[in-house]
T-cell receptor, first 115, second 118 residues
Framework: KQEVTQIPAALSVPEGENLVLNCSFTDSAIYNLQWFRQDPGKGLTSLLLIQSSQREQTSGRLNASLDKSSGRSTLYIAASQPGDSATYLCAVLSILTGGGNKLTFGTGTQLKVEL | EAQVTQNPRYLITVTGKKLTVTCSQNMNHEYMSWYRQDPGLGLRQIYY???????DKGDVPEGYKVSRKEKRNFPLILESPSPNQTSLYFC?????????????????FGPGTRLTVL
């Protein structure tokens, strides 16, 4: 059974800092890994998707890396801003025996960027 | 605009009173699913559907029903709600599920329905 862990659970940083969020998963048989952002009381917005054959993806100030063999992904946020304050969720799309698939979420990292 | 919509967004009800949360997507997606989100437990899948008339249980299906009569709609039904079903519910869709899925497939989420059962 796939398990996804995110560390730290919460993080508070001053504006302008570069920061790293971590995600680890137990089963390397995956299709892809996605990073989502969730604002309080709102839905999930997809930030980056890394296919299993890729090592990283970039979008603006965000860079996500994937090391499938070690079961790890990191989300790097450059020059953080107060508008980056949100909960960041990592989700792994796993390949199941028999041809199915399943999306498993971590419990998230709650980020607060202070002025 | 491509989107997943849910209604209602907020609902307070009492134990045992049947309710339905609607979900609709306009992207012609085959795969749809329901999740519940609880503090400390993250998002857990309730039910999913790979296509019209094809539904299956997720990790926490007890107390819920679903149906998929049309491709765009996937309602979640609570026949007899109980307080332990108080949660934040999300509907999601993606282009394909099962064997048709590929590594670029992205999940799109609705805005969520906050349900309180008294």
């Amino acid at each position: 059974k796939q398990e996804v862990t995110q560390i730290p659970a919460a993080l508070s940083v001053p504006e302008g800092e570069n920061l790293v969020l971590n995600c680890s998963f137990t089963d390397s048989a995956i299709y892809n890994l996605q990073w989502f952002r969730q604002d309080p009381g709102k839905g999930l917005t997809s930030l980056l998707l890394i296919q299993s054959s890729q090592r990283e993806q970039t979008s603006g100030r965000l860079n996500a890396s994937l090391d499938k063999s070690s079961g790890r992904s990191t989300l790097y946020i450059a020059a953080s801003q107060p508008g980056d304050s949100a909960t960041y969720l990592c989700a792994v799309l796993s390949i199941l025996t028999g041809g199915g698939n399943k999306l498993t979420f971590g419990t998230g990292t709650q980020l607060k960027v202070e002025l | 605009e491509a989107q997943v919509t849910q209604n209602p967004r907020y609902l307070i009800t009492v134990t045992g009173k049947k309710l339905t949360v609607t979900c609709s997507q306009n992207m012609n997606h085959e795969y749809m699913s329901w999740y519940r989100q609880d503090p400390g437990l993250g998002l857990r899948q309730i039910y999913y559907s790979m296509n019209v008339e094809v539904t299956d249980k997720g990790d926490v299906p007890e107390g819920y029903k679903v149906s998929r009569k049309e491709k765009r709609n996937f309602p979640l039904i609570l026949e007899s709600p109980s307080p332990n079903q108080t949660s934040l519910y999300f509907c999601a869709s993606s282009l394909a599920g099962g064997l048709n899925r590929d590594s670029t497939d992205t999940q799109y989420f609705g805005p969520g329905t906050r349900l309180t059962v008294l």
